[in-house]
């Protein structure tokens, strides 16, 4: 099936920063109009010469240039500089000038973001408010909670789990198809995680039951979290409880971090090269232990039994002082390692290198974004941090063709499939005889180039 290629969303993107480059790019490479707002003359430069979107060169607080930029047109405005001053500057004036667009802010302060009565239904009236920092160390968080896993995404409030992991040579489904793997896993383990994608040399397959499955791929799964432990387990990784966890970077993502770690009663160590940034991350978290020290001195390594770990999370400032703690940690044998870079192209060569986790803040920003790009009732985005591929919740409506409909009569694409169905308050791991009802949320995972036929195929009767 082909699906007629979607209307054009006019975005404007103001800040052409790593996030602003980013969801320019990905907005673009939807084929939607994006203009995008920067006021350094270098980054212009880069954008005018890298990317196929209209640069205006400008403040965002600047009318003239929201007016160049075509403001008044827009349906979706993402302020993104690096300043949350300018932010809501910005978005207050896109505000005015566009009353019915869906405006979204980044607010870095967590304080700032935490307003959000304010910020949502005071003057600014954002559609929502944007931290990919915060979001960078939820997402470790998660993952570090779940040892081996390279990525954990929440939907529902947390009632489903999309995780990633890689499987170790000592892992059942290793050697094995899915089908053969659920034939044999489901009478004495009960039933297995449902698989949606297979990536092999970085090549993504969504798979089916004669898809074969080798150690060292990545496999992303759907799941609840009575049932993670089991199918963690299940697939031969160990599950063991994270006691103690060293965080290097007092950043924002650092201290949300740390502060995640602590409420959940592991014992945190926070290195911070920076004195300032030290004394202040131990004001502001007394209760956790601080050290002002180089974070690859092998010296502060061993007497702070750093390696001893059960996992370790880089979020510093400087990307290749995050990739050197990472390696380090593996070295010294610390189960997990995770790793934040901003440059999502290096993600899959970090993870090939034998980190655990590598998380881009940037990829979580996209992914925000792309929920109000998607069309009809999308609740929630997130993608693989592969960038490749989708998993996207829709709630069905009466109206939609779907409804009522056999799965294995919908006639979905190669390269989509149909990863869980909430119903109320029950999660259905669905299978091809499940019908679909009006009112249940169906999380369907896609490959990106595929994303507007399912649209489509899902909106049919509504275009």
């Not at 959000?116 to 931290?131: A, Q």
């Not at 659920?182 to 090549?203: C, F, W």
């Not at 009732?377 to 997130?382: E, K, M, P, S």
């Not at 006639?411 to 869980?420: C, F, H, R, T």
């Amino acid at each position: 099936m082909q699906g007629m290629p979607p209307p054009f969303m006019n975005v404007v993107v103001i800040g052409g920063g790593e996030i602003g480059r980013a969801i320019a790019e990905a907005l673009a490479h939807e084929r939607n109009e994006v203009q995008i707002i920067e006021l350094d003359e270098d980054v212009v430069a880069s954008l005018q010469h890298d990317l196929d979107v209209r640069v205006i060169a400008g403040s965002g607080s600047d009318p003239a240039a929201l007016r160049k930029a075509g403001i008044q047109a827009a349906e979706l405005v993402a302020v993104v500089t690096d300043r949350d001053e300018d932010n809501l500057c910005a978005a207050t004036l896109a505000r005015f000038f566009a009353p019915q667009a869906k405006i979204i802010a980044r607010i870095r302060n967590p304080e700032l973001a935490a307003e959000r009565r304010f910020l949502i239904h005071g003057p600014p009236r954002l559609t929502h408010v944007l931290n990919p920092e915060l979001l960078a160390a939820n997402s470790i968080f998660r993952s570090i909670r779940v040892p081996s896993a390279i990525q954990v995404t929440e939907f529902e409030m947390g009632r489903l789990l999309l995780v990633g992991v890689r499987l170790p040579d000592t892992s059942a489904l290793a050697g094995s198809t899915v089908a053969g793997f659920a034939r044999s896993r489901q009478k004495d383990h009960g039933q297995p995680p449902l698989l949606v994608a297979r990536y092999r040399e970085n090549q993504l397959v969504v798979p089916k039951g004669d898809t074969a499955i080798e150690q060292g791929d990545v496999v992303y799964f759907v799941t609840t979290p009575s049932s993670l432990r089991r199918h963690v387990t299940m697939l031969g990784l160990p599950f063991q409880k994270q006691r103690a966890v060293a965080v290097f970077g007092a950043t924002v993502t650092g201290l949300h971090l740390a502060r995640l770690m602590h409420e959940a009663g592991i014992s945190v160590k926070l290195v911070e090269p920076d004195r300032k940034l030290a004394t202040a991350a131990s004001e502001r978290l007394p209760e956790i232990v601080v050290l002002h020290a180089e974070p690859t001195d092998p010296q502060v390594w061993a007497d702070e039994d750093l390696g001893q770990s059960d996992a370790i999370a880089a979020v510093c400032r400087d990307e290749e002082v995050n990739l050197m703690v990472a390696l380090m940690g593996r070295r010294a044998g610390v189960v997990h390692t995770a790793a934040l870079t901003n440059r999502s192209q290096y993600v899959p060569l970090l993870l090939d290198s034998g980190i655990t986790t590598v998380v881009s803040p940037r990829n979580a920003a996209i992914g925000t974004v792309l929920r109000f790009l998607r069309r009809g009732r999308v609740l929630q985005v997130a993608q693989t941090e592969y960038e490749d591929a989708e998993l996207l919740e829709y709630e069905v409506s009466l109206q939609d063709p779907i409804s009522g409909m056999r799965l294995m009569d919908l006639g979905i694409l190669q390269g989509a499939i149909v990863a869980s169905t909430i119903r109320g308050d029950d999660v259905l791991i669905p299978t091809g005889a499940s019908r679909v009802q009006a009112g249940d949320r169906i999380l369907l995972f896609t490959r990106k180039e595929v994303v507007h036929d399912v649209e489509s195929m899902l909106l049919a009767r509504q275009q």
